[in-house]
């Protein structure tokens, strides 16, 4: 009897603290999912969701953590300057537990294994020619996927985004430009303000997400994730100071401004190959995923910021009480 038969499906959610990862976790518990949220630590706010801690760098845990599990959902991520070191890893770790638990693997996969765009937008049948080191890396990570896939050690559906935004989302873009509008600072953007950019709302990343998952016939396959538009930084920026009331200030995050401030941030050090991706658009045919799926609707971006900046408000009160 196939395991599917005997109790409800669980879901697993491997990196359940971060960004995408929590907010997967969120929706499937919000709809009545059966959900283990994989975490090193638990959460202040768990909002009753079934956290277990285990370490992903280490196999035994995650094989006994993934145990049971019909869908594994890969969304753990570490710092630029930690992906060498830990992303192979933990990916060989996750394929061993979803190999072990006869598990469906669900990748979230962003664009840095195109490398600079041959086309505009670009589909999923681009060639995997990036010569970064986080491009190099990503491009690893989903050969070794795509092997236990075609090995049929697991299925596999890979979901390709751009940049997100939205509640919880806290990386080195994102949050400064909040935090600056809140206060009525001054933000900065890289590379270039008026070039054509694709971002996507973490809410709608994690609902392409949990489609795909418990969607068969998405397996095998990669699928962009585009988001409600491209936009060009400035536009985003005018958007969220709008709704803070603040007047917009922003300026352009240049090489020699991030390779200044590489000699004390890893991070910042770390951006600067990819800046390709700012000073040239970035636009992703999303024509596949919506063919499959033609009832989602993404988040206008203007309501997506406003959700954002309500989040963002949220988390400022918090630290003041």
Not at 158 to 163: G, Y
Not at 200 to 225: M, P, Q, T
Not at 229 to 251: C, H, N, Q, W
């Amino acid at each position: 009897m196939n395991k599917t038969d005997t109790k409800p499906s669980l879901h697993v959610v491997i990196g359940a603290a971060g960004s995408i990862g929590a907010e997967i976790t969120r929706q499937l518990t919000a709809s009545g999912k059966l959900v283990r949220g994989l975490v090193r630590s638990i959460p202040k706010h768990s909002n009753n969701i079934d956290y277990v801690i285990a370490d992903a760098m280490n196999q035994d845990e995650l094989v006994s953590a993934c145990e049971d599990a019909i869908y594994v959902y890969h969304c753990l991520n570490v710092p630029y300057e930690k992906w060498c070191d830990v992303m192979p890893v933990v990916t060989k770790n996750v394929l061993e537990a979803v190999k072990q638990a006869k598990a469906k693997l669900i990748f979230v996969g962003n664009v840095y294994g195109y490398g600079r765009l041959q086309n505009i937008p670009v589909s999923e049948s681009h060639p995997m020619v990036a010569e970064t080191k986080k491009g190099a890396l990503r491009n690893q990570l989903e050969d070794m996927l795509w092997r236990a896939h075609h090995a049929e050690e697991s299925k596999v559906v890979i979901a390709r985004f751009p940049d997100f935004y939205g509640p919880g989302v806290v990386n080195g873009l994102m949050k400064p430009i909040f935090d600056a509008a809140i206060t009525g600072g001054k933000c900065s953007w890289p590379a270039a303000l008026d070039v054509q950019h694709d971002l996507v709302f973490i809410g709608d990343a994690a609902r392409a997400c949990i489609l795909l998952a418990e969607k068969e016939s998405s397996y095998g396959e990669s699928w962009h994730v585009p988001g409600a538009g491209s936009l060009t930084g400035r536009d985003f920026i005018e958007m969220v100071y709008r709704e803070t009331g603040s007047k917009p200030a922003a300026s352009v995050l240049s090489k020699w401004m991030l390779t200044a401030a590489g000699f004390f941030n890893a991070g910042a050090k770390e951006l600067i190959e990819l800046l390709y991706e700012f000073s040239e658009p970035l636009i992703l045919d999303g024509s596949k995923f919506a063919n499959k799926f033609p009832d989602f609707k993404y988040n206008p971006h203007q309501e997506a910021v406003v959700q954002t900046v309500d989040w963002y408000k949220q988390q400022v009160e918090e630290i003041a009480k």
